[in-house]
C-alpha cells in the first residue's frame, strides 16, 4: 500500500466505522498487495520515482495507532460529560438539602411559637387577665425573652388601666335625695320596705354596678 493511499484512509471520516472490518481482514490481503508490487515496479509512479509500500503489518500499525488517539479523545470528552453529570447532581442535592433545611427552620419556628404563645396566656392567666388569641399573637415576639418583657409590660398597662378607672368610678358624686341629703348605696339598702327599697335601686342604677 502506497503512502498516499494510507494517508487517504488515515483522514477518511468514515475510517472509524470500517476499522474493525480492516482488522478483521488481517493479512489475508498480503498477496495482493505483493501483485500490486509487481505492477507498480514495472510501470512506475506517475511522480517518476519509486514510491515506498507498506505491509499489511505496517497499515495496521497505522490504524491502530489513530484508532488508540480516537479513543483517548473519547475518552476525555465522557470524563469531561461524567464530570458536568456530577457538579449538576451535587447542585440538586444542594438544593434538595436547602429545601429540607428550610421545611426544618419553618417547623421549628412554628413550634416555638406556640410554645412562647402558650407560656403567655398561663403568664396573663396567673394576673388574672383573659385575653383573646389576637392579643396573644401580639405579644409573642421573636425570642422569649422579647416575648417576656412584652407580656410583662402588658401586664403593667392593663393594671394601671384598672386601677385608673376605679378612680374614676369613685370620684362619682353620690345622688342626692329629694331631702336635699346624699343617697348612697348603704342607705338605700337600709330601705326597709322593699318596694321602695327596689324604686331607689332603678332610681340609682350607678350606685349598684
Do not use: C, W
Amino acid at each position: 500500500m502506497r503512502i498516499r493511499e494510507v494517508k487517504d484512509l488515515l483522514k477518511d471520516p468514515i475510517f472509524d466505522k470500517y476499522a474493525a472490518a480492516i482488522f478483521a481482514e488481517g493479512d489475508g490481503d498480503g498477496g495482493d498487495d505483493n501483485g500490486d508490487n509487481g505492477d507498480d515496479d514495472g510501470n512506475g509512479d506517475d511522480d517518476g520515482g519509486e514510491e515506498k509500500k507498506y505491509t499489511q503489518a505496517e497499515v495496521n500499525k497505522m490504524i491502530e495507532a489513530r484508532l488508540a488517539r480516537e479513543r483517548a479523545r473519547n475518552k476525555a470528552h465522557e470524563d469531561e460529560a461524567e464530570k458536568l453529570a456530577r457538579m449538576s447532581e451535587s447542585q440538586k442535592q444542594a438544593k434538595a438539602l436547602k429545601d429540607l433545611q428550610d421545611r426544618l427552620d419553618q417547623m421549628e419556628a412554628k413550634e416555638a411559637r406556640s410554645k412562647m404563645a402558650a407560656t403567655a396566656r398561663r403568664m396573663l392567666q396567673d394576673e388574672s387577665i383573659m385575653v383573646d388569641d389576637v392579643i396573644i399573637d401580639a405579644l409573642v415576639k421573636g425570642t422569649a425573652e422579647d416575648t417576656d418583657t412584652a407580656v410583662k409590660a402588658f401586664v403593667k398597662s392593663y393594671k394601671a388601666a384598672l386601677k385608673k378607672e376605679a378612680k374614676e368610678t369613685f370620684k362619682k358624686p353620690e345622688p342626692k335625695t329629694g331631702g336635699g341629703g346624699t343617697m348612697t348605696r348603704a342607705d338605700i339598702l337600709k330601705i326597709t320596705d322593699r318596694a321602695e327599697r327596689q324604686k331607689m335601686i332603678k332610681a340609682h342604677p350607678e350606685l349598684f354596678r
